[in-house]
């Protein structure tokens, strides 16, 4: 059977000026990205990146929103740019997003009822009115919210993470088979990132969601997600079991990374943000031949200047994307979701 959500080879290339009279320049957001998602076993996978590694181009591009320079997505096997109606349809229902700052899109008059009503009424989701507000209680309380502090008010009346929340609560109105959340926490104050995310995860065990957790908070990541998958200027370097890869990182820009923060403990204090949020905003990855990471790296050698190097596998739930590890067998990308999952399933 088809996986639920495929991207395959994705690339993203934004292209500035138009040659003749101001200079074209181009710039590579994401490239040479697949993973599959399947529709039977749910997984909570990191997306993680510094700001400007291209995340959020992948999130709206698996979205449908921004549509790649090459490669495809493929919703249970049709490519998403040429579904009809009814299957647009579908794909809107199960694939569903959470964004930064999900209120922005709300209009400030209506009530939070009306938030989670709308969806009932528009996909059909309940037969009756008492049907219907059985479904908003259940929702709201998978989420940790009571009805008495949040129907009957308006979004502003609200704190940061209970808006949040209600995102959530409205997300999961919908039974959607995944959820695209694109740093669904950074616009929240630190002190509420702990407690949407876990309702987040409860959610996903609970109704069996799947998750693409995307962030450039590692510490988030560690704390809540099963696998991770990082991404240096639009590149994968490193994917595995979270636990792995933030203990024990392979490529030398997750060792750095992982040296620039504080070892997330399970159960402590939340960090705040991630490194180098600010880091790499507004830099253009030119096209280049090479390991994007060459530059800064403490190992460097002359291929790393001449080839990008492909991913290794160097156990069955980890792959890095670094000529140290050339002594293992090289992962098809088609194949990463196995790598991923490799440990999701024996949790
Ligand atoms: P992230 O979400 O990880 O911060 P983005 O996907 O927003 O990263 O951006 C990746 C790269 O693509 C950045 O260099 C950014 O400047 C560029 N970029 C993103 N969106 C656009 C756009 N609409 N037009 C041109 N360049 C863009
Ligand atoms: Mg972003």
Redesign the pocket.
């Known amino acids: 059977m088809a996986p639920l959500l495929e991207a395959k080879n994705l690339r993203?290339v934004?292209t500035?000026g138009t040659g003749f009279l101001s200079k074209r320049s181009e710039?590579v957001?994401?490239d040479n990205f697949s993973l599959s998602i399947g529709d039977e076993t749910p997984v909570f996978i990191a997306i993680a990146?510094?700001?400007?590694?291209?995340?959020?181009?992948?999130?709206?591009m698996l979205l449908g929103f921004?549509k790649p320079t090459s490669g495809q997505i493929l919703y249970r096997g049709q490519n998403i740019q040429q579904m009809d109606t009814q299957q647009q349809k579908a794909f809107r229902n199960e694939v569903q997003a959470v964004f930064q700052d999900p209120f922005a899109v709300y209009n400030p008059f209506y009530k939070v009822d009306h938030i989670l009503e709308t969806p009932i009424r528009k996909f059909n989701l309940a037969s009756s009115p008492a049907e219907a507000e059985t479904k908003i209680l259940e929702a709201l309380s998978a989420v940790g919210l009571r009805p008495e502090d949040t129907l009957g008010r308006y979004p502003h009346q609200l704190s940061g993470g209970q808006r949040q929340r209600i995102t959530v609560a409205r997300t999961l109105l919908m039974r959607p088979k995944l959820v695209i959340a694109?740093?669904p926490v950074s616009m929240v104050d630190a002190s509420l990132r702990a407690t949407i995310l876990e309702s987040m995860y409860k959610v996903h065990k609970e109704f069996g969601i799947s998750f693409l957790y995307?962030t450039?908070d590692l510490t988030t990541a560690y704390q809540v997600s099963n696998s991770i998958v990082i991404?240096y200027r639009?590149i994968i370097a490193e994917a595995g079991d979270v636990e792995e890869v933030i203990k024990n990182p392979q490529h030398p820009y997750t060792q750095e990374l992982v040296g620039s923060i504080p070892l997330p403990n399970p159960g402590s204090q939340w960090m705040d943000d991630g490194p180098g949020t600010e880091a790499?905003?507004?830099?253009?990855?030119k096209v280049t031949v090479g390991c994007k990471y060459a530059t800064r790296c403490p190992h460097v050698m002359d291929r790393c200047r001449q080839t990008m190097p492909p991913l290794y596998q160097m156990s069955a739930g980890r792959t890095a994307a670094c000529y140290l590890y050339d002594q293992s067998p090289e992962l098809m990308r088609e194949q990463l979701a196995d790598v991923l999952y490799a440990q999701t399933e024996t949790e």
Request: net charge negative.
């Open positions: 993203k934004y500035k710039n957001a994401l990146g510094e700001s400007g590694s291209g995340k959020t181009t992948l999130a709206q921004t694109d740093e995307i450039h991404l639009g790499v905003e507004n830099t253009m990855h």
